[in-house]
């Protein structure tokens, strides 16, 4: 079966988009939409023209495994999400403009998959152990994303010898520091379920939700600013902070 946490986080959109009464008209079944796209990307690649760096024409196939690609990297908030699912809904029907806009923001025409030299160096120390590789995997065949939300993990394992820390790492942290926990109702790349299974051990922990909010939440309202701040001085800090949601009718197209 498909991981819980990742039906989770859609139904969690979904119900946000449902809340909107001309969105949940458009929007009726995400799940059901991201399925077909995907079903035609494989079936049936999408060639685009796109300029590159020098202003000449290059021409970029669009597959499943692309598709998933780009989507694991907007579905993180909902504002971007909002604008995936527009894109999504435009394939759907025949049509690529927003694609265009987008492509050039996540690869060039010919050019490497290129990797910061630090965050690859964290996940490939931090690493993932045999029985959840398996399950990864396992989940993988079926999950809308398939493997393309956490690469390169587990894509890299053991590319750098002797850099992984091993499962001792990997357990639990087991503290009682007092600890302040953001979490985004609408994080699609640090899913709730996944953040309460991290500080399980922690014995001082402080919880704040931020309704409709996601990955990038920091930046979101000043409350979150208040909030930080009253915890490191020891005061008293909101179990919840609501923010607006996106108009998912009507996304802001990149720029």
Do not use: C, W
Request: net charge negative; hydrophobic share 40%.
């Amino acid at each position: 079966p498909e991981n819980r946490a990742l039906l989770a986080e859609r139904d969690r959109l979904q119900a946000a988009i449902d809340s909107q009464p001309a969105a949940k008209a458009i929007f009726p079944d995400i799940r059901s939409m991201i399925r077909q796209v995907h079903g035609q990307l494989e079936a049936k690649p999408v060639t685009l023209t796109v300029k590159d760096d020098e202003g000449g024409e290059q021409q970029v196939v669009i597959d499943r495994a692309t598709m998933q690609g780009i989507a694991s990297g907007m579905i993180a908030d909902p504002a971007s999400a909002a604008i995936l699912l527009h894109m999504y809904r435009e394939l759907a029907a025949g049509g690529t403009s927003m694609l265009h806009m987008v492509i050039p923001r996540y690869f060039m025409p010919g050019g490497p998959i290129r990797l910061d030299a630090m965050p690859t160096a964290m996940d490939a120390a931090s690493g993932i152990g045999e029985a959840r590789l398996a399950r990864v995997t396992e989940q993988g065949r079926t999950a809308l994303l398939g493997l393309a939300l956490n690469f390169p993990m587990p894509q890299i394992r053991d590319a750098i010898p002797g850099l992984d820390l091993g499962d001792a790492f990997r357990q639990e942290p087991r503290s009682d520091v007092p600890t302040l926990l953001l979490t985004g109702t609408l994080d699609g790349r640090t899913y709730p379920e996944g953040q309460a299974e991290a500080v399980a051990e922690l014995g001082n922990v402080t919880r704040v939700s931020i309704r409709n909010a996601g990955h990038n939440l920091f930046m979101t309202t000043p409350e979150v600013t208040r909030a930080i701040e009253a915890f490191l001085n020891g005061g008293a800090v909101p179990a919840e902070i609501v923010v607006p949601l996106p108009d998912f009718t009507s996304p802001t197209p990149p720029g």
